[in-house]
């Protein structure tokens, strides 16, 4: 009898899984395996919130292989450890597994196959479950990955995408393989109070929803801030409770003005992943150096604190560091005048502004995290690196009756319309009845401080 394992990483879903599909093809059992791997917590990446999500979608998924006749197994340590051991213990013939963009995907995916082989047993490692184009399915003529986003998209855009693939009606998992209990929210400490569920269920009910009712007012109503009005479907793409590939079907078939600005967002979700992987020093390292020379974290402590604690003085971006906090979520527009006023305004290093982002986002993810925050410092991909958001402008323009702030920063709540951005213009008595910090700097000192550092290191 051929028994496969498929082992899940952020592909937590039995809807359109080439890899799942692929092992049950050809086996008559599978093991359907799930390993808590010891290095994504030594390496930091096992933030509360992103731990809270991830037990929700291991429960759903181990609901989903139950009600198929089958069962989720779940393993702590070292993975290729784990995973050797479960394919002795199921005598399994093959591997399945989806493709990973990051330099440790790649790591563990060599590691396994050279694991497996001694075992005898064969390694498949599935493209267009994680993304819906593998990188590399486009490349510019003369790189092996796009750097700028608009000529990515375009051929992007042409490029065909495989059919969805239908969940398995029936599975069967061999006798004899242990699992450990399925992880649950319960004892995690350190939760956002307005954190979202998690798991496949709830991911497909919040799609079928977007689809239904939202995605047509996208491309007018998506950097509203206060409206509120894009898809939050962020963190199921991280865990890969949705898929890509599925997701750009039915946002085409929904059409509209709407659904392709949909659409071009979720190329942007590729474009990094496709960065990342042929440069997965990206993570950590500047993508296109400005020679910067950061403000030391000694000398901008004070400036760090305040910033993510939502004490800036710049309602609109304290307003977006305590929407992380409560939320673990972030609206887009708001990361952006956060991550500008990090690096920018105050001349932060981008990589403490994305590892706190990492440590609170659900949706927190190396390859649109870190690129992110390298575009919006200019150290990335932005073809106008020198860009800086005036949060000021930007919070009138999106958040013109002061909706957001209000929403976040309850201290201003008695502020009424656009003057909520602009709290310092108020004098004497009325300034002081409000429990609110000046400014950290003035927007032009950060500036010239800015201006006058980058690239002249
Ligand atoms: C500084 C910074 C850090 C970010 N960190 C992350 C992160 O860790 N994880 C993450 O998923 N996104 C990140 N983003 C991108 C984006 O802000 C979020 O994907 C988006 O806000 C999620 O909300 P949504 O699902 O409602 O998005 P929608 O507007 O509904 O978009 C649909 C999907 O498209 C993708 N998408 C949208 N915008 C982007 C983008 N700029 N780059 C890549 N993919 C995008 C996401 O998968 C998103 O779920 C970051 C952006 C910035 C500026």
Known sequence: ???????????????????????????AALVPLFVRDDAVAEAGFTAPNRMAFLADCLADLD????????????????????VCQVVAEADADEVHMAAGVSGYARRREERLRAALEGEGCRLHVHDTVITALAPGAVTPSTSDHFAVFTPYFRHWSQEPLRDPVAAPRAIRVPDGVGSEAI??????????EGLARGGESEGRKRLT?????????????????????TSRLSPHLHFGTLSPVELVHRARAAGGPGAEAFVRQLAWRDFHHQVLAARPDAAVADYRTKRDRWRSERAAHEDIKAWKKGRTGYPVVDAAMRQLRHEGWMHNRARLLAASFLTKTLYVDWRIGARH???????????????NWQWMAGTGTDSRPGRVLNPVTQAKRYDPDGEYVRRWVPELAELAGGAVHEPWKLQGLERAAYDYPDPVVELSEGLARFRAARDRG
């Open 1 to 27: 009898m051929n028994v496969s394992v498929v082992l899940f990483t952020s592909d937590l879903r039995l809807h359109d899984h080439p890899a799942l599909r692929a092992a049950q093809d050809g086996s």
């Open 63 to 82: 609901g989903g292989l139950r009600a198929r006749g089958g069962r989720l197994v779940v393993r702590s340590g070292d993975v290729v450890a784990q």
């Open 183 to 192: 992880p649950s929210r319960t004892g995690l400490s350190g939760l956002s």
């Open 209 to 229: 929803a977007w689809l239904r009712a939202d995605i047509a007012s996208y491309e007018d109503g998506h950097d509203d801030l206060s409206g509120d009005a």
């Open 357 to 371: 982002f990492l440590d609170l986002l659900v949706d927190g993810d190396v390859a649109n995290n870190q690129l």
